[in-house]
Nanobody
């Protein structure tokens, strides 16, 4: 059974930082592309960042220079370090795992990030 479990969300003031974690089980983690998506109220889910099995990264333009995605294959965990947070970063953040070889993908249940003073 595949599980992606996010943690680290919460309430933070503008300009603050949070680190999200996603612990994966039931997959060969090192072979999966891992990503973070977010969905704000009334909006579509959007890609925030992803990291390939080779640790190549890609970011949504509005988070470049503020967010950093990383992975620890020994711990089956992907992280999203979020700095200089803005109110518009408020959303539910979802962890994603995808494998282009077999076409399988999985989602976590999400963790809420609220940026507000």
């Amino acid at each position: 059974q595949v599980q992606l479990v996010e943690s680290g969300g919460g309430l933070v003031q503008p300009g603050g930082s949070l680190r999200l974690s996603c612990a994966a089980s039931g997959i060969v983690f090192s072979s999966y592309l891992m990503g973070w998506y977010r969905q704000a109220p009334g909006k579509w889910r959007e890609l925030v960042a992803h990291i390939t099995s080779a640790s190549n990264t890609n970011y949504k333009d509005s988070v470049k220079g503020r967010f950093t995605i990383s992975r620890d294959n020994a711990k089956n965990t992907v992280y999203l370090q979020m700095d200089s947070l803005k109110p518009e970063d408020t959303a539910v953040y979802y962890c994603y795992a995808g494998n282009a070889v077999d076409g399988m993908d999985y989602w976590g249940k999400g963790t809420l990030v609220t940026v507000s003073s």
